[in-house]
């Protein structure tokens, strides 16, 4: 319990101008309006109990239709079968309803939906509409900006379907419907103060992602602590570890290396 304590101290301490972007979830603020951004997504995980690199491959495009507006569009490739294959793809928007903003900082609510078609083979007990399974999520989404820290939480409702290519939802259907909860903390670490937009920014991160069955009851919990990089206001990386903390359900590679890379183009229409 110390060292979470301790992170915790660490990301609150001190005063804060973060970027809200996050490496593992979605905040409640959106693309600028009139922006198109392209995302590519990299899991590198440890396939349990083999020597197996289980790797997701997710490019995505996504639209900002106004300040309250964006949608988005990505497709799934992974290497289950032993070598890189399309698997699927999945359709998000997230509309912004809750705005109070003031100097330096800000609170925001948003609520989304994921549609997600898959057909590759149902592995797992845990349902993850983000590259594993057919079906949808709808969720709520909180951010909180104060000055240089900013915090996140997010509830979403997921429920599996069947996945293509007659691949059977495996574990029930009284098993296929899930919560997920998140909750995000970042602080940007550089530069001290802003003189050009240019200036690269160095955001810390972690995040605490969990998931409950509302069938079963078995559940999981992860932390993923990342750094991320933002060049010219408009490009960044990121880089993390997801580490599984506890779990009951049945995962096939909880663990490993994420990364992402993202460019914006604004006012492009």
Avoid at 50 to 73: A, D, Q, R
Avoid at 168 to 178: C, D, H, L, T, V
Avoid at 188 to 213: I, R
Wanted: net charge positive.
């Amino acid at each position: 319990m110390r060292p979470l304590l301790i992170i915790v101290f660490f990301f609150l301490a001190g005063s804060a101008n973060s970027q809200e972007l996050f490496s593992m979830t979605e905040p409640a603020s959106n693309k600028p309006a009139r922006s198109i951004s392209f995302r590519l997504d990299n899991s590198i995980m440890n396939e349990a109990g083999t020597s197996k690199i289980n790797y997701h491959l997710i490019p995505e495009i996504m639209f900002g239709i106004s300040k309250k507006l964006m949608v988005s569009g990505d497709a799934f490739f992974s290497n289950r079968t032993d070598k890189l294959r399309a698997e699927g793809g999945s359709v998000y928007a997230k509309y912004r309803f809750l705005s109070n903003d003031v100097v330096q900082k800000h609170f925001r609510m948003a609520v989304f939906g994921r549609l997600s078609y898959n057909n590759s083979d149902i592995h797992q007990e845990e349902i993850n509409m983000y590259g594993h399974n057919t079906g949808v999520e709808a969720g709520v989404v909180a951010t909180q900006l104060l000055r240089k820290v900013a915090l996140s939480s997010c509830i979403s409702y997921l429920n599996a379907e069947d996945n293509g290519n007659n691949n059977k939802f495996a574990y029930g259907s009284e098993n296929s419907r899930a919560v997920n909860y998140t909750f995000s903390m970042g602080k940007l670490m550089l530069p001290k103060e802003y003189t050009d937009y240019k200036q690269t920014n160095l955001n810390l991160m972690v995040e605490f992602l969990s998931q409950v069955n509302t069938g079963s009851g078995k559940y999981y919990m992860d932390i993923a602590p990342s750094v991320q990089l933002i060049f010219n206001s408009q490009s960044r990386i990121d880089i993390g570890y997801r580490k599984e903390l506890s779990t009951t359900l049945i995962r096939t590679a909880p663990n490993g290396f994420f990364i992402r890379l993202e460019h914006n183009l604004f006012n492009a229409f």
